[in-house]
Structures are given as structure tokens and as C-alpha cells.
């Protein structure tokens, strides 16, 4: 038995719904762990006599639950800041190039464990991750993500109308997530996601093929692409005139469910926001992203409005920084000139046990509560001397807000999966 003693904060429940009460802050904290698992967190003084043969580790900074990315792909790393295009062209000059040299494993593997260890950098212990349409791009991160005890969701890339080197058949995209899922069900802290790149790259028949994938799989979750930018959604309203909306494309084909994360949706209209919500499904928002390409402003109270589930996703390549505690900075930035205003306790609910309701992982992680996984970060609210100097004496709130805003991977001063230290900052 392990026990971590120090100033800890989680936000298990929404505070927009729950309020205040949803705030779980102890000063002086106990977090005390066995076997990976929570066994207790609260005041070390009323935990401290309880779990007296513990062995006691204090960390200095602030402990939070280990970030949840909803949406990123790990083929565009290396492609982050791609300057001049906006989605349709930015895919073609910078992405589709970039992904059709993950048809070599090694390539994979070499980016997959690059990826993972950033994201641990970063502070991100469970990810949505988009692979290439190649099996063996997803097999690469799926045995890196073993390999280092992460909590990954991912899924080889459906897209038979893709350009040529990055195109799979229906038959070949059944077979070949038929097989990912027989090899890496029930290993480690893995999940499926079947992943349809968006409408434009899939027939009719493999986004109905999808559809049944994802009904034949109970265990599965479903990962795309939805409303993001104006140049791709007059292209879906041309190619589909028959379906409502964009979402309606997706629907008729049997992909919109509890199970079903859309990324983006920055451009939605109250119908398509009230079926999200009645079928369960949840949104990544990703802020960089749509300013980086232009894409729109994300509407947060509409989707709040409808009782849409929400996760924080950075969606590097386009997203400009695996850091999620900048995507919250751009987060708060998007709500404003939305005249909303996002508090920085529910900015850390979206981006912890929010994002893990979305990816139907919040029992397992993201509130730092008994029984859950202890994935946690030790946020260093003195990592920079603009930090440092703006933080001295200020109440947690606005010390909060100023990690999100001025923090970035410098302010992780590490990351622990299941009890075990993952990353540490080493200067
Ligand atoms: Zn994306």
C-alpha cells in the first residue's frame, strides 16, 4: 500500500450541473493507492490513523486526475503546425502525405511510442486516438500504449473513398477491425474505438458496415469526425441530400449512439444537438484546432443547453499543442467571444472525468475517487517565474485558471499511472 500526501483537487461531477459540491479540494491531502487502484482520498488527517502502515510519498504542487485527450491523432505529430489551409486542403497538402507512410510498421512504432511518451509529458494518461486506415498503425499503438500501462482507445481508420495509398474496401476495413479487436480485447487498459475517418472518405456501405461493427461489438466505441468546417460540410450536404443534417448522415447509418464520439461539431443545429443528446453521444472539443483551421467557434452553452456530454480533445495534427492545459486556455478563449464564460473547476471536470464520461471510462478514471485507477498529475503552479510570481498568495480558483491559461507541458511537474510514476520533470 502507497499513500501520497499533498494539496489535492479533483472534480468528479459537472459543476454547471452539481455546482460547488462537485469541487473535491484537500489542502492537505491522502491519496492512498493499492494495486493501481484508489483506496481512499481525502484530509490526511482523518486518513492518516486509518492507513497508518502505508508507505507516504509527498509530492509538492497541486495533484489532479490524469488528463483525458477525447480526440488526437497520433500519424499527425509530426505534422503539427502546417501553415496555409483550412481542413479540405489542409488534409490533402499536409496529412494524407504524412499518414500513407504508416503502411511501414517500423515508421509506426517509431511515432506511436514518441506520441505516448509526449502525452505523459503533457500530463495525459487516457486518450481517443485516431490511427492511419493501416492495421499495423493501430497494432503500433496499441503495443506501445501496453507497453506503458496508458488507458488508450483507438481504432485502424475506415476510409474506402480515401486517396489513393490510404483507401481500404469495406471488406478489407470489416476484416481488418474484425481482427484488431479479437487481438487486443480485454489487454491491459486498451479499448476499440471503429473509426470512420468522416462522411467524406466512406461509401454508403461502410458507413453502414460500421454501423453494424459497432452493434455486433458491445464493448466498442465509436469515434469520427462532425461538423467542423464550412468547406467539409457543403461537401456532406452535396454528397447526402437525402439526411437532415450532418449528423443525420451518421445516423442513418446506425453510428450515432451512448457509444458514439463526434469531435468538432462546431456547427450544429438545435436538432442535431437535441438527438446527440437523446442518443447518449458525446462531443470532443477541441479550440485550437478550429481557430487553427479556421473551422468556427465552438458553441459550449448550446450543447450544455441540450445536455450534450463533453471532453476536452487536443486534435493535434491541426490542434497546436498536446498540451491540455493550453487547449483549456483556448477553451476559455472560444466561450468568450461565445459570450460564455468557462469557469476554471469545470474546465479541469471537462478535461479529467468528463472527457472519461465521454469515453465511457468514468468509472475507471478521471475523479480520483475509491476504486478508480490512480492516474493523477502534479500540477507546479510555480513552473514558470510569470506563474511563480502571479500565483503567490492566490485562492485556488484563480490559481487554476492562471495553469490554464500560462501552463503547458512545463507546468506537469509528473505523471503517475496506476501508482507508478510515469514521467518526472526533470529541470
Ligand atoms: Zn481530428
Redesign the pocket.
Known amino acids: 500500500m502507497k499513500a501520497f500526501r499533498g494539496e489535492i483537487l479533483s472534480v468528479p461531477d459537472d459543476p454547471a450541473a452539481a455546482g460547488a459540491d462537485a469541487i473535491r479540494h484537500f489542502e492537505d491531502g491522502l491519496l492512498v493507492v493499492e494495486d493501481g487502484l484508489i483506496l481512499a482520498c481525502g484530509p490526511h488527517a482523518e486518513l492518516a490513523e486509518r492507513f497508518a502502515e502505508a508507505e507516504i510519498e509527498p509530492l509538492a504542487g497541486l495533484i489532479v486526475p490524469g488528463f483525458v485527450d477525447a480526440?488526437v491523432?497520433y500519424p499527425q505529430i509530426e505534422r503539427i503546425a502546417s501553415h496555409g489551409e483550412q481542413l479540405m486542403q489542409w488534409l490533402e497538402r499536409h496529412i494524407f502525405p504524412a499518414e500513407k507512410a504508416f503502411a511501414d510498421r517500423g515508421h509506426a512504432d517509431s511515432v506511436a511510442a514518441f506520441f505516448l511518451d509526449e502525452l505523459l509529458r503533457h500530463g495525459t494518461t487516457s486518450a481517443l486516438v485516431?490511427a492511419t486506415v493501416h492495421p499495423g498503425s493501430a497494432d503500433a499503438l496499441f503495443e506501445a500504449a501496453l507497453q506503458r500501462d496508458m488507458r488508450i482507445v483507438s481504432g485502424k481508420v475506415l476510409m474506402d473513398l480515401g486517396p489513393e495509398g490510404l483507401r481500404d474496401s469495406v471488406a478489407e476495413g470489416r476484416a481488418d477491425t474484425e481482427a484488431l479487436i479479437a487481438r487486443w480485447r480485454g489487454r491491459g487498459r486498451l479499448g476499440y474505438a471503429v473509426t470512420p475517418r468522416f462522411a467524406p472518405t466512406s461509401s454508403r456501405e461502410q458507413l453502414a458496415d460500421a454501423g453494424s461493427l459497432v452493434a455486433a461489438h458491445p464493448d466498442v466505441l465509436m469515434h469520427t469526425?462532425l461538423s467542423e468546417n464550412p468547406g467539409e460540410i457543403a461537401f456532406v450536404a452535396e454528397r447526402f441530400p437525402e439526411a437532415a443534417d450532418y449528423l443525420d448522415v451518421y445516423d442513418r447509418f446506425g453510428l450515432v449512439g451512448p457509444r458514439s464520439i463526434f469531435?468538432h461539431c462546431v456547427h450544429m443545429s438545435d436538432r442535431a444537438l437535441a438527438r446527440m443528446a437523446e442518443a447518449g453521444a458525446g462531443i470532443a472539443f477541441c479550440p485550437t484546432s478550429n481557430m487553427f483551421l479556421g473551422s468556427g467557434l465552438f458553441d459550449l452553452a448550446s450543447a450544455d443547453r441540450h445536455g450534450v456530454r463533453i471532453g476536452i480533445g487536443t486534435?493535434v495534427g491541426?490542434g497546436t499543442s498536446l498540451s491540455i492545459l493550453h487547449t483549456l486556455g483556448a477553451a476559455y478563449g472560444v466561450c468568450q467571444l461565445r459570450s460564455c464564460n468557462l469557469d476554471p473547476f469545470r474546465a479541469l471536470h471537462l478535461a479529467t472525468a468528463g472527457g472519461a464520461r465521454v469515453l465511457n471510462i468514468a468509472d475507471r478514471v478521471g475523479g480520483l475517487l475509491p476504486g478508480q485507477e490512480a492516474d493523477f498529475v502534479v500540477l507546479d503552479a510555480a513552473a514558470t517565474p510569470l506563474l511563480a510570481r502571479h500565483c503567490a498568495g492566490t485562492s485556488l480558483h484563480d490559481r487554476l485558471f492562471a495553469l490554464q491559461v500560462l501552463g503547458d507541458d512545463r507546468a506537469i511537474a509528473g505523471t503517475w499511472l496506476r501508482g507508478h510514476c510515469a514521467h518526472r520533470r526533470t529541470s
Do not use: G
Open positions: 480526440h491523432h485516431f469526425h469531435a486534435d491541426a
